[in-house]
């Protein structure tokens, strides 16, 4: 099973500056087959990016995603209020399974 | 509108069993895979199982393989879970989600997410 690390566990930031988020996968992910979800409290997951770089439909371009192997990185330009959430790595690339990764909180400095 | 609506939690005894549905609707089931993910109080996100949009790939997570069992009915677009044997360890929200890609045996990322349902397992 392919374990997936996310450093750090929280980060305190404010509005405006730029965050870089990392996950670390334990081997190798197939085809850079990972994804980026965020989720506020109270809310389900919401897709953000997939194949590590592509962004899903209606995300903000001030999200983006890289990364390839087992290190992979999401990137938000410019911080907006509603960006404070925690975000997931999800690797898919040892189907029929899929794992998560812990999670990075991102709070309001 | 995409919709998933999960039902089925409740607060039952370890040991005891309980079974989980997902209503889809605003899509077409029946050629999309489907996920369960559950989600401990304060804890990250765990997968639990996928089924393929024809049943052809069934997955478990190792936590659940050999108590749980997923399955589908195309016909009433529903997505099922069987859990048999819970434990405390099985508390969570547990969400119905949809695959990203079509007529695909192989699991990608869930796009779609429903609300939830909850399941405690307490005595």
């Known amino acids: 099973e392919i374990v997936l690390t996310q450093s750090p566990g929280t980060l305190s930031l404010s509005p405006g500056e730029r965050v870089t988020l990392s996950c670390r996968a334990s081997q190798s992910v197939s085809s850079s087959y990972l994804a980026w979800y965020q989720q506020k409290a109270g809310q389900a997951p919401r897709l953000l990016i997939y194949d590590a770089s592509s962004r899903a439909t209606g995300i903000p371009d001030r999200f983006s995603g890289s990364g390839s192997g087992t290190d992979f990185t999401l990137t938000i330009s410019r911080l907006e209020p509603e960006d404070f959430a925690v975000y997931y790595c999800q690797q898919y690339g040892s189907s029929p399974s899929l794992t998560f990764g812990g999670g990075t909180k991102v709070e309001i400095k | 509108e995409v919709q998933l609506v999960e039902s089925g939690g409740d607060l039952v005894q370890p040991g005891r069993s309980l079974r989980l549905s997902c209503a889809a609707s605003?899509?077409?089931?029946?050629?999309?895979?489907m996920h369960w993910v559950r989600q401990a109080p304060g804890k990250g996100l765990e997968w639990v199982s996928g089924i393929s949009w024809n049943g052809g790939s069934i997955g478990y997570a190792d936590s659940v393989k050999g108590r749980f069992t997923i399955s589908r009915d195309n016909a009433k677009n529903s997505l099922f879970l069987q859990m048999n044997s819970l434990n405390p360890e099985d508390t969570a929200l547990y969400y119905c989600?949809?695959?990203?890609?079509?007529?695909?045996?192989?699991?990608?990322?869930?796009?779609?997410w429903g609300k939830g349902t909850t399941v405690t397992v307490s005595s």
């Open positions: 605003g899509f077409t089931f029946d050629i999309y895979g």
């Open positions: 989600a949809k695959d990203r890609r079509v007529r695909t045996n192989y699991y990608y990322s869930p796009d779609v």
